[in-house]
């Protein structure tokens, strides 16, 4: 057994480097903004894991409610995204923009009952923040 974990260490080892450049745009910006975003990144993981809870026990009302209140369009007053803005590249704003008009959509398709639906939606919420995390960093 020590012997397979030594050679699954090593495999491992030559097969992901452990450091890999990080070929992401750095988007620039005061460290208040970066905190400030940060813990609006962080909320947005807590809301979608709210919402899945609330799905996984068929109360869509709720996923449409944490969707739309922290989420969605509704949310950008609360986010500061008009101050946040001003430092992001323009795509990056626009991936941001979709992943607020994704959640809407996805409050009202819960709201209305269609689970299917509400789940391809969903989706759409978790591929914006994957585009924009796979493509930006402020760090």
Partial sequence: MKIFRVILAATAFFLYPAVQA???QMVKMPEMMQ???MNNMRDHVMAVHEILTA???DR??????VAEERLGMSSLDNHGASHMANF???QMGEIGTSMHKAASRFARTAEEGDHLTAYDQLNQITAACVA????YRIR
């Fill in 132 to 135: 924009c995390h796979a493509g």
């Fill in 55 to 57: 799905l996984s026990e």
């Fill in 88 to 90: 992001m590249p323009q």
């Fill in 60 to 65: 869509l009302d709720q996923a449409a409610l």
């Fill in 22 to 24: 990080d070929d992401r």
């Fill in 35 to 37: 905190e400030h975003m």
